[in-house]
C-alpha cells in the first residue's frame, strides 16, 4: 500500500511540475525596428528572419523600418531572429539610445547601395529628405 501511495504522489508531483511550464505560442506576433534602405535590404531582411527555423512569416517595410513577424515560440525566439538579421549585416533598433550593431564584417558585404550608415546613401534612397 506503501508503495502505491508513493508511486501516486511521484506522478501528482510530475504533473504539477509539468503544468507550470510557461505556456509558448505557435504564432507569437513580433515586430522590430532594422535599419535599411530599399528594396534589396528588404529582400535581404526577410530572407534572414524566414531562414530562421520557427519563422512563419516576415515582411520589413522600407518607409518605416519595421519588421513584422510570426513565429512559433517552441522552436524559436527573438534573439535567433535577430542573430540571423544582424549576420547579413542589418542593425536592429531596440530603442531610442539601443541597437544591436551588425559586425562590420557583414555589413560590409551588402551592396553599396544598400549602405544604410552612410548618410549620403540614406539621402539618395530618401530623395534629398533626412532620415528621422
Not at 501528482?12 to 505557435?26: N, R, Y
Not at 531596440?94 to 539621402?123: F, G, H, M, Q, W
Request: glycine fraction near 6%.
Amino acid at each position: 500500500m506503501k508503495n502505491i501511495i508513493l508511486v501516486f504522489s511521484f506522478l501528482f508531483v510530475g504533473m504539477t511540475v509539468q503544468s507550470q511550464e510557461v505556456k509558448k505560442d505557435k504564432n507569437a506576433k513580433v515586430s522590430m525596428e532594422v535599419d535599411g534602405v530599399c528594396g534589396m535590404c528588404k529582400k535581404r531582411i526577410e530572407a534572414a528572419a524566414l531562414k530562421t527555423s520557427g519563422v512563419k512569416f516576415a515582411i520589413w517595410d522600407v518607409k518605416s523600418h519595421q519588421l513584422n513577424l510570426i513565429l512559433d515560440e517552441n522552436k524559436t525566439d527573438v534573439s535567433k531572429v535577430q542573430k540571423s538579421i544582424l549576420a547579413v549585416g542589418h542593425d536592429i533598433v531596440l530603442s531610442k539610445d539601443k541597437k544591436l550593431i551588425a559586425a562590420e564584417e557583414n555589413y560590409n558585404t551588402v551592396s553599396p547601395c544598400c549602405k544604410y550608415r552612410d548618410e549620403k546613401v540614406v539621402l539618395e534612397h530618401e530623395g534629398g529628405m533626412k532620415k528621422h
